[in-house]
């Protein structure tokens, strides 16, 4: 199979946190490790996205007129895509939210809980290089939220082929219902791309405590992203440089997964 041929097909997440080795293991020789999703985690997702369904100033109040939705917390993939070399690609993930602004334009939003306070004498502050970080961090996956969203894939035979669904009927019944998904999250130009920290206070004077339960107020703060489709095309492209290579890159020894994996390895020359 040529570049030309082969189609990858992108999370938005792997662009984060970005090891070589780790992804190339994954897209070649489907080798991931996915951690463990704890129910609390998604529970407290779920509690975010709900808060900031409706008025998009919920999130900030000097975002334009704009209502938050939901994309539905389903998998979707884009059109097939290419990068700068003309490789073809999709992106395949699930977004927390997109705005849809009264004037056409689009807002593409990432809720992140994260420790990003720090204590001092008054109160709790924003490490704002620590902000600045996650930022550069979630900066790819914004942008390939985008572009999902924006080319979404609406192919029938593409569509009906990821059905689980049976009979025929329940086949095209599931394929109309995916379609609509699609025209209410589909978005055009974006206006803005950013992320919700989402910090819980635990200092005890912001606890309520009743009987068998607490309650925790949470804090957020809003952080725009800077909207650069160029430079992250520049990305995918060298993602995709990466996944053309004849032998894998070496292990990272910065990343978790790959220290594991030299360990293990080694055990067992």
Same mark, same amino acid.
């Given at each position: 199979?040529?570049?030309? =041929? ?116 008054? =109160? ?14 979630? =900066? ?14 609406? =192919? ?71 909207? &650069?489709?160029? &430079? ?38």
């Amino acid at each position: 199979m040529t570049e030309k =041929d082969q189609i990858f097909n992108i999370r938005p997440s792997a662009l984060s946190y970005f090891c070589p080795r780790c992804a190339y293991d994954s897209q070649i020789n489907d080798l991931e490790y996915s951690g463990i999703s704890a129910g609390i985690t998604q529970t407290l997702d779920g509690i975010e996205k709900n808060y900031f369904l409706g008025d998009c100033k919920k999130i900030d109040v000097s975002l334009d007129e704009g209502k938050v939705i939901d994309p539905y917390n389903i998998t979707f993939y884009s059109k097939v895509l290419l990068d700068n070399k003309g490789r073809r690609f999709r992106i395949k993930g699930k977004g927390d939210a997109i705005i849809k602004f009264k004037d056409g334009t689009c807002g593409i939003i990432d809720y992140k809980t994260s420790k990003f306070k720090k204590r001092n004498k008054k =109160d709790y502050q924003f490490k704002e290089e620590h902000l600045e970080k996650k930022i550069n961090e979630y =900066d790819p996956q914004l942008h390939a939220y985008y572009l999902l969203y924006s080319n979404l894939e609406d =192919d029938h035979v593409f569509l009906k082929s990821l059905s689980s669904a049976k009979s025929e009927n329940a086949i095209e019944s599931s394929l109309q219902k995916k379609l609509e998904q699609i025209r209410e999250i589909s978005v055009g130009k974006p206006k803005i791309f950013g992320l919700v920290f989402v910090y819980p206070e635990t200092e005890e004077e912001n606890l309520r405590i009743n009987t068998n339960s607490i309650n925790v107020n949470f804090s957020y703060k809003y952080c725009p992203v800077q909207i &650069n489709l160029g &430079n992250f095309m520049k990305k995918i492209t060298s993602y995709l440089d990466l996944m053309f290579e004849t032998s894998p890159p070496i292990r990272n020894k910065k990343c978790e997964m790959c220290k594991f994996l030299d360990k293990y390895d080694n055990k067992n020359i």
